[in-house]
């Protein structure tokens, strides 16, 4: 299975699910948390720190966001953690 990079239309694909979360860490500007303000990792990394560290009440309030955002964006991080091996993508990035 190929994964796609989805932010700001970037469209980069990849073999495995590491690589592309490993991109969206390091070739994308990272954003600053609306809830807390901390600068997190753009992607998947930003995504899994608002639904962790906030509830989602906070990240629909602090982005606008609809059920439907919130749904997508629980489905996304189901699929990603199902497959990645969280342990090689924090390797990769403490390199």
């Known amino acids: 299975m190929a ?3 989805g932010i700001d239309g970037c469209g980069a694909i ?3 699910v590491e690589a592309a979360v490993v991109h969206q860490a390091t070739e994308h500007e990272r954003p600053e948390c609306n809830v807390c303000g901390t600068v997190v990792p753009d992607g998947y ?4 720190h608002a639904f962790t560290e906030h509830s989602r ?3 629909v309030r602090a982005y606008g966001a609809s ?3 919130v749904r997508e964006r629980e489905e996304l991080l189901e699929e990603i953690e199902s497959e990645a091996n969280i342990e090689r993508i924090a390797s990769e990035l403490t390199r």
């Open 57 to 59: 009440a906070e990240y």
């Open 3 to 5: 994964w796609e990079c």
């Open 67 to 69: 059920s439907e955002d």
């Open 45 to 48: 990394l930003a995504i899994r």
């Open 14 to 16: 990849f073999e495995d």
